[in-house]
């Protein structure tokens, strides 16, 4: 993919590191000279100085040749801007880290394809590891209803040994609860009925909020 990130401070370069290790082409922009400097020189990013609300700078990004546009600068009101050019400009997929959540109607109104809001993120996460401390790593999804979590199975557990068919009839699973991945020995799988859990693997688990509490206690229960 083609990925055009507005603003390199530590989020967005972070980001664009990541992604050109995942091999994809990646481009920054930023208002200030030394930061794209820095992000060619040790990461071999291909940058641009500039001020991204300015049409003539983002338009040598050339967003309409890019699959994602996304805009992180540190004022909603400069991502606003970013938004509405790169839609004016041919963008096809344009995404916004939103700080105030007062501003989301008004990307919502400016046809923003994804709002990612780094409060509610956030949020959210710090407080299932707060409330559940068997949880590794979380993140919301949707509204916040459901998250996703990783639980790891210690030894000694129940559901050790058992397949997931068997695990998921009992009949105390929560209702809500899917199980989505496990990694165990190196290697990621997507669980079929026949996959059995093992020591040690690390389980994706969907849940409902209400349900979370219910649904870590039940693979954690010891045999």
Known sequence: MRI????AGRGGLNLAVYLQRSGHTVMVVDRDAAVAERAFE????VALAGDATDVSVLKQCDPDRADVVLAMLHRDADNLAVAALARALGAHRIMVRMRDPEYRRVYESARVDQILSE???????????IEHEAVRHSMVLGSG????????IEKGAWVVGRAVSDVASDERF???CVIAGMAAGG??????GATVIEAGAQLLVVSARRDL????????RRA
């Open 187 to 192: 290697e990621v799988q997507a669980p079929r």
């Open 42 to 45: 040790l990461y071999g990013i």
């Open 119 to 129: 409060t509610e993120i956030l949020v959210g996460v710090l407080a299932t590891a």
């Open 145 to 152: 209803e459901a998250i996703a979590v990783e639980i790891v």
């Open 174 to 176: 929560p209702a809500s």
């Open 213 to 220: 509490a219910a649904t870590i206690d039940f693979f954690r």
């Open 4 to 7: 055009v990130i507005a603003g």
